[in-house]
């Protein structure tokens, strides 16, 4: 148990270290164990998941770094449940379980991936188990209750938005039609619409905001277009371009705070909103300890991993970082029921006015 | 002396009697075996998979008619067959002249540019193309600014490596490694007494050069060529990071775009890496008719003496050009890694405060992955390269000494995986493996089959080319004495062969323990290997955790090769022979 504390220390330094710190160091292991019992006591769904006692994890949203907190802060809360992490791009992710469930394999107890389309397709052809969840009533409710059968729910909010090097811009753009003035032209980086998931969102949006005029207008400022919007943070701090479009906001928050010179601009044309979501594949091998993993996502354990992260919480009563919380900013989310088509499109369009 | 074979090629052994031994038998039955398990049911599943279509799963030509229809997908193919022909061109350009100097002359710190070139071949695309980014970028690279800083402000950005230029560069760069090992473990085991015959008359060093060793080493210059080719046709790290940048599609990052559509498109990602064994089968077939007709044997048993060729003067200025090599693919790039590995935060640039081993505590015992991901790769990337070679070995002696009817099929079918870029050679292997009666979805198994699989092309490659220098004179010898195939093969043939196979085995070891994108299906999380682990934190933009992570991945491999040295002699494979020369008063 040591080994899980240290490691949740030196990966989150904070809140899920300080419980595991209780939880690990301080209690002997017959504490544990009887504290265990409690909860077991307490708690039927953690005496069926601690009956099947493992749990695998096939996760695309939230990096490496947060989502393995998230799943020692599982295990301190739930030990005697043997967790198993893969975590990969959420398009990977997603490859792999079709070719599972096209050859008859199961491994999966919980899907995560920032993809609403992953979940459409995966109900329709049945792929996905119901759960309610009780303890998501306590996200915002702007996304509570996303599908009325509870297939899938929300795993993580992402929001794409502008990002600039400091030192080097006397006043960062505020809104995406301020990205298409004179001074920004050459000066911006972007990520490729047909590489990111976030990047495909936020053309789609643009597109509906301002119709293809305004990719035209932005191909003309020759962006610097990198696979991934995270390459926007490197390439602002590497100096070769000093504002960041279609670019993540937490992660962009989270090297502010790792010291580097890099910050946010929230545009007052709405931050695009992409939500990650997460279900339950109807075979799950472990389909008990999927479901108290998919409850344990809406504690306040979680929120403060998040919150710690720079992500913004699941729950509306602990604050994202630096006290930020969703009503602060004005946002936009794409929905309709046409999204696959659009962001098709949308990559079309790409090619052709951006480059 | 040794002595120069002068009977024909085509009176290479056939099987001449009519009763097959019994363990012959076994072995030929066993390799096709392996083959079949190994490349032919993953490949068979790409191909079954090219005439389906994605959104119906019903059998199609669709996929086929797309390719040939649409501009938007021959573009990246000619693209690709550009970097491609460019990097084998780069590789044995430099690759070949390299080898030659250090295999043959007495160029200084011949040992060190040995071990310079590997470190560059352990070297992922992507952290190659990484550090050069950093180098070269063309407003924020080093060099730029070092050069600004030098010739003013105004004098502009002389690099850029987001240009085709720069991916060629970069891919050639690191696929020099290919050549250079093929070629001077040739050229080691080379005799030299023909070209101790054309000195003796009156031939320069460099017309010996010229029209005798690199003729002699033609098999090695040309295979070496045909594995850079294909190197440039499916390498993804470069040209995702250096030619997206410039919109400039190749075939992987566009294989990498079907695969990130809504609902993937992996039928038709199938089919698109179809032409891509059209032109390497071509390569191959051109690679025989030139090869068929000729002979390369020097090798034909007694002693091999070693002779260094004096470059006097040219000495220095031959070092400087080897050591370009190095630098370019080794220090610089290297340099830039370790210092932002080495920062705390590396937007922050350099400074005391700044200075941190953070990152290295991280990866080393902050990451729960990491150790378990080390010895992942250690393991399976051992064990793969020791099957891939063993095998690869086994079939080009079946193929270069025509054991059995169909040889050259066995050839064709072991020289397909490499030329399936990874993602979708990935996806042939979840099919072929993951259904009864194999079941072996989420074992290590799975993954050193498809790693030993990928990789059993260069094993092949690397040991025919050897054989090519191997006469069959000995080997009849001992069959004439009574021994059986197999005990020829393990007693002369595979003695002969030394230092070449260690050689080989390296050259499969490392491009497995860097492999990404072949393992990206099939690695499960207690399955894990280090460059998945690298890849997701470059995917996260921890670039200071990627760069501490590749530092550490090369010198892993490198504290391996060191360790291996002693034991194979590795870096010095003429060192015994030309100790023997030396002995018995060889002038070297």
């Given at each position: 148990m040591t080994d899980i504390s240290r490691r949740g220390l030196l990966q989150t330094g904070g809140l899920a270290g300080a419980a595991l710190l209780s939880g690990g160091l301080a209690g002997t292991g017959f504490a544990r164990l009887a504290a265990a019992q409690q909860v077991v006591a307490d708690d039927p769904l953690y005496a069926a998941a601690r009956k099947e006692g493992a749990l695998t994890l096939y996760w695309g949203s939230y990096e490496q770094q947060t989502m393995e907190a998230i799943r020692d802060a599982f295990k301190a809360k739930y030990p005697g449940i043997e967790v198993q992490l893969l975590r990969q791009a959420s398009q990977t992710v997603y490859t792999r379980l079709r070719l599972?469930?096209?050859?008859?394999?199961?491994?999966?107890?919980?899907?995560?991936?920032?993809?609403?389309?992953?979940?459409?397709?995966?109900?329709?052809?049945?792929?996905?188990?119901?759960?309610?969840?009780?303890?998501?009533?306590?996200?915002?409710?702007?996304?509570?209750?996303?599908?009325?059968?509870?297939?899938?729910?929300v795993g993580a909010i992402s929001l794409t938005s502008i990002n600039y090097a400091p030192g080097k811009v006397a006043a960062p753009p505020t809104s995406w039609t301020a990205l298409l003035e004179d001074q920004w032209k050459g000066k911006i980086t972007t990520g490729s619409p047909a590489f990111s998931g976030d990047v495909a969102s936020w053309v789609v949006a643009i597109r509906r905001k301002y119709g293809d005029d305004y990719l035209r207008r932005f191909g003309q400022q020759k962006p610097k277009v990198g696979q991934s919007n995270v390459d926007t943070v490197t390439d602002i701090l590497a100096g070769e371009r000093v504002v960041g479009s279609g670019a993540p906001f937490s992660y962009t928050l989270a090297q502010k705070a790792a010291g580097n010179p890099i910050d946010v601009s929230v545009p007052t044309d709405d931050a695009i909103l992409n939500l990650g979501l997460t279900g339950i594949p109807v075979k799950a091998p472990h389909p008990n300890a999927a479901r108290l993993f998919t409850n344990f996502l809406y504690s306040k354990e979680v929120s403060d991993i998040l919150s710690k992260n720079f992500w913004p919480t699941l729950r509306t009563d602990v604050a994202w970082a630096e006290g930020r919380s969703l009503d602060q900013l004005k946002w936009y989310r794409n929905s309709g029921d046409d999204l696959a088509a659009e962001v098709a499109e949308g990559i079309a369009k790409w090619k052709e006015l951006v480059r | 002396m040794g002595v120069i074979s002068t009977s024909s090629?085509?009176?290479?052994?056939?099987?001449?009697?009519?009763?097959?031994?019994?363990?012959?038998?076994?072995?030929?039955?066993?390799?096709?075996?392996?083959?079949?398990?190994?490349?032919?049911?993953?490949?068979?599943?790409?191909?079954?998979?090219?005439?389906?279509?994605?959104?119906?799963?019903?059998?199609?030509?669709?996929?086929?008619?797309?390719?040939?229809?649409?501009?938007?997908?021959?573009?990246?193919?000619?693209?690709?067959?550009?970097?491609?022909?460019?990097?084998?061109?780069?590789?044995?350009?430099?690759?070949?002249?390299?080898?030659?100097?250090?295999?043959?002359?007495?160029?200084?710190?011949?040992?060190?540019?040995?071990?310079?070139t590997l470190t560059a071949f352990v070297t992922p695309s992507f952290i190659g193309a990484t550090g050069w980014i950093l180098l070269a970028a063309p407003n924020s690279g080093w060099l730029n600014t070092a050069w600004r800083w030098l010739a003013g402000e105004g004098a502009g950005t002389p690099l850029n490596i987001y240009s085709m230029a720069g991916a060629i560069f970069v891919c050639g760069i690191?696929?020099?490694?290919?050549?250079?090992?093929?070629?001077?473990?040739?050229?080691?085991?080379?005799?030299?007494?023909?070209?101790?015959?054309?000195?003796?008359?009156?031939?320069?060093?460099?017309?010996?050069?010229?029209?005798?060793?690199?003729?002699?080493?033609?098999?090695?210059?040309?295979?070496?060529?045909?594995?850079?080719?294909?190197?440039?046709?499916?390498?993804f790290g470069v040209p995702a990071f250096l030619l997206t940048p410039t919109g400039i599609p190749v075939v992987t990052t566009k294989l990498a775009e079907f695969y990130q559509l809504f609902p993937p498109e992996i039928y038709l990602a199938a089919a698109y890496c179809m032409p891509l064994l059209l032109v390497t089968g071509a390569l191959f077939w051109m690679r025989r008719r030139y090869l068929g007709r000729k002979q390369y044997v020097?090798?034909?048993?007694?002693?091999?003496?070693?002779?260094?060729?004096?470059?006097?003067?040219?000495?220095?200025?031959?070092?400087?050009?080897?050591?370009?090599?190095?630098?370019?693919?080794?220090?610089?790039?290297?340099?830039?890694?370790?210092?932002?590995?080495?920062?705390?935060?590396?937007?922050?640039?350099?400074?005391?405060?700044?200075?941190?081993?953070?990152?290295?505590?991280?990866?080393?015992?902050?990451?729960?992955?990491?150790?378990?991901?080390?010895?992942?790769?250690?393991?399976?990337?051992?064990?793969?390269?020791?099957?891939?070679?063993?095998?690869?070995?086994?079939?080009?002696?079946?193929?270069?000494?025509?054991?059995?009817?169909?040889?050259?099929?066995?050839?064709?079918?072991?020289?397909?995986?490499?030329?399936?870029?990874?993602?979708?050679?990935?996806?042939?292997?979840?099919?072929?493996?993951?259904?009864?009666?194999?079941?072996?979805?989420?074992?290590?198994?799975?993954?050193?089959?498809?790693?030993?699989?990928?990789?059993?092309?260069?094993?092949?490659?690397?040991?025919?080319?050897?054989?090519?220098?191997?006469?069959?004179?000995?080997?009849?010898?001992?069959?004439?004495?009574?021994?059986?195939?197999?005990?020829?093969?393990?007693?002369?043939?595979?003695?002969?062969?030394?230092?070449?196979?260690?050689?080989?085995?390296?050259?499969?070891?490392?491009?497995?323990?860097?492999?990404?994108?072949?393992?990206?299906?099939?690695?499960t999380p207690k399955t894990n290997v280090m460059t998945t682990l690298i890849y997701n934190a470059k995917d996260g933009g921890n670039y200071e955790a990627v760069c501490a992570m590749s530092v550490l991945l090369l010198l892993i491999t490198l504290l391996l090769v060191a360790v291996a040295r002693p034991l194979a002699g590795l870096t010095g494979a003429r060192r015994t022979s030309r100790k023997t020369a030396e002995a018995a008063g060889v002038p070297s």
């Open positions: 599972e469930l096209q050859n008859g394999v199961a491994e999966c107890d919980s899907l995560g991936t920032t993809n609403l389309l992953h979940y459409t397709e995966l109900k329709k052809i049945g792929a996905l188990a119901a759960y309610d969840p009780p303890d998501a009533a306590m996200l915002p409710t702007a996304f509570k209750g996303l599908d009325k059968d509870a297939m899938y729910h | 090629r085509e009176a290479a052994p056939r099987p001449a009697m009519a009763r097959v031994p019994p363990v012959k038998t076994a072995v030929l039955g066993a390799v096709i075996l392996l083959l079949v398990l190994l490349v032919v049911q993953p490949f068979g599943w790409v191909l079954f998979n090219s005439f389906h279509d994605d959104a119906t799963g019903a059998w199609t030509l669709n996929n086929y008619a797309r390719i040939v229809q649409s501009a938007e997908l021959i573009e990246p193919l000619v693209n690709s067959l550009l970097l491609a022909a460019a990097t084998a061109m780069i590789a044995v350009g430099i690759g070949v002249p390299l080898a030659w100097l250090v295999s043959r002359t007495d160029l200084p710190l011949r040992r060190t540019i040995r071990v310079l690191y696929t020099v490694p290919y050549s250079f090992t093929m070629v001077s473990s040739a050229l080691d085991e080379m005799a030299v007494e023909l070209e101790d015959a054309a000195t003796t008359l009156g031939c320069g060093v460099l017309r010996t050069m010229v029209s005798i060793t690199i003729p002699l080493a033609a098999p090695a210059v040309i295979a070496s060529f045909i594995l850079s080719f294909i190197q440039g046709l499916t390498l020097t090798i034909s048993g007694k002693t091999r003496a070693g002779r260094q060729i004096r470059l006097g003067g040219w000495r220095w200025a031959a070092l400087f050009l080897a050591l370009l090599v190095p630098m370019v693919s080794v220090f610089l790039p290297y340099a830039a890694l370790l210092l932002v590995s080495l920062t705390r935060a590396w937007g922050q640039g350099l400074s005391w405060e700044n200075l941190s081993l953070h990152w290295y505590w991280w990866a080393i015992f902050g990451n729960s992955e990491t150790h378990t991901a080390i010895v992942n790769s250690l393991v399976y990337s051992t064990l793969a390269a020791t099957l891939c070679v063993a095998l690869g070995t086994l079939v080009a002696y079946i193929v270069e000494r025509r054991l059995m009817v169909g040889a050259s099929l066995l050839g064709a079918v072991t020289t397909v995986p490499i030329v399936i870029p990874g993602i979708v050679l990935s996806v042939g292997f979840f099919a072929a493996y993951t259904r009864a009666p194999f079941n072996l979805y989420g074992t290590p198994l799975l993954l050193i089959a498809a790693f030993a699989a990928t990789f059993l092309p260069i094993a092949y490659s690397h040991g025919g080319s050897i054989l090519k220098g191997i006469g069959p004179e000995l080997e009849r010898a001992a069959r004439s004495l009574g021994a059986g195939e197999a005990r020829t093969f393990l007693s002369v043939t595979l003695p002969l062969m030394g230092g070449g196979l260690v050689s080989g085995w390296f050259l499969v070891f490392i491009p497995i323990i860097r492999e990404l994108s072949v393992a990206v299906f099939l690695i």
